[in-house]
């Protein structure tokens, strides 16, 4: 499957994921959802939180090349985002498409961290 078809399939379920995660922590207002998740959702967040897996070496060398087909993939960007950054978000979802195909368990896991991430703790649970 080439890098943006996984790409498109990991967006969707990363961002139900997220979805989940804030209903969970009990915010049910439509408005304050939407703001709360493109916390996470943003481009930006997303190449921050591929960046920080790569340096932190938390990928396989699959999800690497998940990253990498996607990240190579995604053209010349959008408009209200660098080209840098939104190649690492493409790269990112890709990632997330490429185990919720192949390691459901996996892509939870890797979810579960970015959201740890995202929201100011490091990967053991502490806050930074």
């Known amino acids: 499957m080439n890098g943006?078809?996984?790409a498109y399939i990991g967006d969707a379920y990363y961002e139900l994921k997220i979805r989940k995660h804030l209903i969970n922590k009990n915010i049910t207002h439509v408005n304050q959802l939407h703001k709360n998740a493109i916390k996470f959702t943003k481009g930006e967040s997303?190449?921050?939180i591929i960046t920080?897996?790569?340096e932190k070496n938390i990928l396989s060398s699959d999800e690497l090349s998940f990253?990498?087909?996607g990240r190579n993939a995604s053209g010349p960007g959008r408009k209200n985002i660098d080209a840098k950054t939104y190649h690492q978000a493409t790269?990112?979802?890709a990632v997330i498409g490429g185990l919720y195909l192949e390691d459901l368990n996996?892509?939870?896991e890797l979810i579960e961290k970015a959201i740890t991430y995202i929201e100011g703790g490091d990967l053991?649970?502490?806050n930074s």
């Open 52 to 54: 920080y897996f790569i």
């Open 46 to 48: 997303q190449a921050e």
């Open 91 to 93: 790269g990112f979802e």
């Open 106 to 108: 996996r892509c939870d």
């Open 4 to 6: 943006l078809t996984l």
């Open 67 to 69: 990253y990498k087909r």
């Open 124 to 126: 053991d649970g502490k």
